[in-house]
Nanobody, 125 residues
């Protein structure tokens, strides 16, 4: 059974940092693109960042460029999201996602086949 399990969320003050992790099991994703999405209360799920299979190509939403960094460790089958200079508007449930049989980045939700259960990030002002 394929599982993506996020961790690292929590409560942080504005300007602070958090590092999210996503541990994959049941299948190796070393050949697939992966990404992070988020959903705030009352809003639709939105793209945050994506990374290709090797980690040398990334894509970010304009709202997080320069503050967030996506990375991956294929040997550990783990995806990361380093979040710096957090703002209250970054408050959301953050989801890890993986593509299937596609190695490139994507900002499109329907381009992802596997999803984690989400981890809450709350940024206080």
């Amino acid at each position: 059974q394929v599982q993506l399990v996020e961790s690292g969320g929590g409560l942080v003050q504005a300007g602070g940092s958090l590092r999210l992790s996503c541990a994959a099991s049941g299948r190796t994703f070393s050949g697939d693109g992966m990404g992070w999405f988020r959903q705030a209360p009352g809003k639709e799920r939105e793209f945050v960042a994506s990374i290709n299979w090797s980690g040398d190509s990334t894509s970010y939403a304009d709202s997080v460029k320069g503050r967030f960094t996506i990375s991956r460790d294929n040997a550990r089958n783990t995806l990361y999201l380093q979040m710096n200079s957090l703002k209250p508007e970054d408050t959301a449930v953050y989801y890890c996602a993986a593509r299937r049989y596609s190695a490139v980045v994507s900002a499109v939700i329907r381009g992802y086949h596997y999803w984690g259960q989400g981890t809450q990030v709350t940024v206080s002002s």
